[in-house]
């Protein structure tokens, strides 16, 4: 297993917690995408805490938690580590490629469980690749069924 301690499971987009569910609609506000939630087909809220090896923890957060919302049309992350400010991000399905991340050559070198999303976020330049750590439960498993499912989909 990789660096963390990843568990995940399904909630309800009301049951995002208030600062993330803020830092959503703000970066839907912000960036004029409108009722886009509506049709929401999975939350999940997935959670990753350090593994401490030796004497320091190593690089990275403590403690992350994410919110992630998956509609037909847009993937939605909202992060905060440690005791940060969640930030949100979204990515449109057809902009995107993903990839079970135990299926990847990454995981060969480190072994850990989610998601590797290629392509470009909304108001980014340039396109990128981001991880998306998920636990090896039921919740993680399901939503990365959903995911794959779903951009196949948008993409037809």
Known sequence: MGDYNRSTREITLDNLPAAMSAALAAHIEQYELGD??????????????????????????????????????????IQAADNTAPYARSLRL?????????????????????????????????????FLGLGRDAAGEKFKQMLIHAVQAAKK
């Open 36 to 77: 886009v939630l509506g049709d929401a087909l999975i939350c999940i809220e997935a959670t990753s805490e350090k593994i401490k090896k030796g004497l320091f923890p190593g690089p990275g957060p403590k403690f992350l938690r994410m919110g992630v919302v998956l509609t037909p049309r847009w993937l939605f992350e």
């Open 94 to 130: 057809v902009d995107i490629v993903v990839e079970d991340y135990e299926k990847s050559a990454f995981y060969k070198m480190i072994p850990d469980t989610g998601m590797h999303i290629t392509g470009l976020a909304t108001g980014a330049t340039e396109g990128g690749m981001t």
